[in-house]
């Protein structure tokens, strides 16, 4: 299984990325999804998450009304919508992919991982 992310960068504050995360070797469509990040010398975080079908996501409260998951199952990839970044969101952002879950919102719950796509935001 390789989940692999990108569409990181530098940015400025106020700017908007999308990040992907293109699957394979997994039944995608089964997949229940999420997306983490990370900042320096902070512990790993839930962002985001959607279900296999689409039809249902979750956020976290730092970052509901500005971010977007999204996925096309066709293209075995998921997406991660950013909008108006604040230098806050600068961290690793991680994809992962889930079997099942309870919530979907511990790392502990996810069985794959991808490398990770670095998010600097400059104020």
């Known amino acids: 299984v390789q989940l692999q992310a990108s569409g990181g960068g530098l940015v400025q504050a106020g700017d908007s990325l999308r990040l992907s995360c293109a699957a394979s070797?997994?039944?995608?469509?089964?997949?229940?999804m999420g997306w983490f990040r990370q900042a320096p010398g902070k512990e790993r975080e839930f962002a985001a998450s959607i279900n296999w079908s689409g039809r249902t996501t979750s956020y976290a409260d730092s970052v509901k009304g500005r971010f977007t998951i999204s996925r096309d199952n066709a293209k075995n990839t998921v997406y991660l919508q950013i909008n108006n970044l604040k230098p806050e969101d600068t961290a690793v952002y991680y994809c992962?992919?889930?079997?099942?879950?309870?919530?979907?919102?511990?790392?502990?719950?996810?069985?794959?991982w991808g490398q990770g796509t670095l998010v600097t935001v400059s104020s």
């Open positions: 992962a992919a889930a079997r099942t879950v309870v919530n979907g919102r511990r790392p502990s719950e996810y069985n794959y």
């Open positions: 070797g997994l039944i995608f469509s089964t997949y229940f």
